[in-house]
Nanobody, 121 residues
Framework: QVQLVESGGGLVQPGGSLRLSCAASGTFSRISAMAWYRQAPGKQRDLVAA???????NYADSVKGRFTISRDNPKNTVYLQMNSLKPEDTAVYYC???????????????WGKGTLVTVSS
């Protein structure tokens, strides 16, 4: 059993910055890809940024140049540094990870409960 817990959400003014964290807990052998998704009211849940176990990253066009995803493997934690925030960034941000219980196990996908980010003046 694996749990993903997000933190760092809150209210911030346009142009401000915020850093989200997602910590994985439980017993597992390996976490491969980790990602951040977001879902605004009435909208589809979309990929914001992803990072592989090797450190390769991918970003949605809407956040390129403003957001940075990173991970701390010894802490089993992924971060999302958000700069130059805009009102349209307002959404619930969800952590996602592919995890193997043992080195020989199949990958299982897990979701966090989400953390709310509100960008407003």
């Amino acid at each position: 059993q694996v749990q993903l817990v997000e933190s760092g959400g809150g209210l911030v003014q346009p142009g401000g910055s915020l850093r989200l964290s997602c910590a994985a807990s439980g017993t597992f052998s390996r976490i491969s890809a980790m990602a951040w998704y977001r879902q605004a009211p009435g909208k589809q849940r979309d990929l914001v940024a992803a990072i592989t176990s090797g450190g390769s990253t991918n970003y949605a066009d809407s956040v390129k140049g403003r957001f940075t995803i990173s991970r701390d493997n010894p802490k089993n934690t992924v971060y999302l540094q958000m700069n130059s925030l805009k009102p349209e960034d307002t959404a619930v941000y969800y952590c996602n990870a592919d995890v193997r219980r043992y080195w020989y196990s199949v990958e299982m996908n897990y979701w966090g409960k989400g953390t709310l980010v509100t960008v407003s003046s």
